[in-house]
T-cell receptor, first 110, second 114 residues
Framework: DAKTTQPNSMESNEEEPVHLPCNHS???????IHWYRQLPSQGPEYVIH???SNVNNRMASLAIAEDRKSSTLILHRATLRDAAVYYC???????????FGQGTELSVKP | DTAVSQTPKYLVTQMGNDKSIKCEQN?????MYWYKQDSKKFLKIMFS???????INETVPNRFSPKSPDKAHLNLHINSLELGDSAVYFC?????????????FGPGTRLLVL
């Protein structure tokens, strides 16, 4: 599975947008980009995933670069409840196991 | 309704003991997983079962033995516990073994070996 690189930590203010970057320069054409997050003392939860086009759901948006070597998870209005570790994961077309990196620890200030 | 549940939530035990962690999912999923999160917070897959069949078995000591009595349950038995086994163990499930299905995680079992 290809590797991803994320900043170790980021800070945001409540009710402001947050852009969480992820680099995946060795992504293959069949790799999907998945994002999960882990709230404190909880199991990871799915956020969003995409292949080539930008994606939106009720939790977030995913912006994928044209060359697919990077992507950005966008939280439109951060809340205190969004403080978590966010993981960017590449999965091949067969799916299967998730390979987690170190993730980005997002803190949200009131 | 809890989707993926694990018992116990906390487990404190002595080195050398044998212990089991249970996982149940009521989502009707076919595939279940065990992940381990160490003290540095890295999450790593250990095992995966699809319809009671073992499909992923990472490099895990054979003291760890998963057992799936039916597709809604995946238990993890650990023999001769060691200090390094202290970690949080997460169970997860997903609808299919392939494609890009979402995995749903349980709340975790915090194991401390003394």
């Amino acid at each position: 599975d290809a590797k991803t690189t994320q900043p170790n930590s980021m800070e945001s203010n409540e009710e402001e947008p947050v852009h969480l970057p992820c680099n995946h320069s060795t992504i293959s054409g069949t790799d999907y980009i998945h994002w999960y997050r882990q709230l404190p003392s909880q199991g990871p939860e799915y956020v969003i995933h995409g292949l080539t086009s930008n994606v939106n759901n009720r939790m977030a948006s995913l912006a994928i670069a044209e060359d697919r070597k990077s992507s950005t998870l966008i939280l439109h209005r951060a809340t205190l409840r969004d403080a978590a570790v966010y993981y960017c994961i590449l999965r091949d077309v067969q799916g299967g196991k998730l390979i987690f990196g170190q993730g980005t620890e997002l803190s949200v200030k009131p | 309704d809890t989707a993926v549940s694990q018992t116990p939530k906390y487990l404190v035990t002595q080195m050398g003991n044998d212990k089991s962690i249970k996982c149940e999912q009521n989502l009707g999923h076919d595939t279940m997983y065990w992940y381990k999160q160490d003290s540095k917070k890295f999450l790593k897959i250990m095992f995966s079962y699809n319809n009671k069949e073992l499909i992923i078995n990472e490099t895990v000591p054979n003291r760890f033995s998963p057992k799936s009595p039916d597709k809604a349950h995946l238990n993890l038995h650990i023999n001769s516990l060691e200090l390094g086994d202290s970690a949080v163990y997460f169970c997860a499930s997903s609808p299919y073994r392939g494609l890009q299905e979402t995995q749903y995680f349980g709340p975790g079992t915090r194991l401390l070996v003394l």
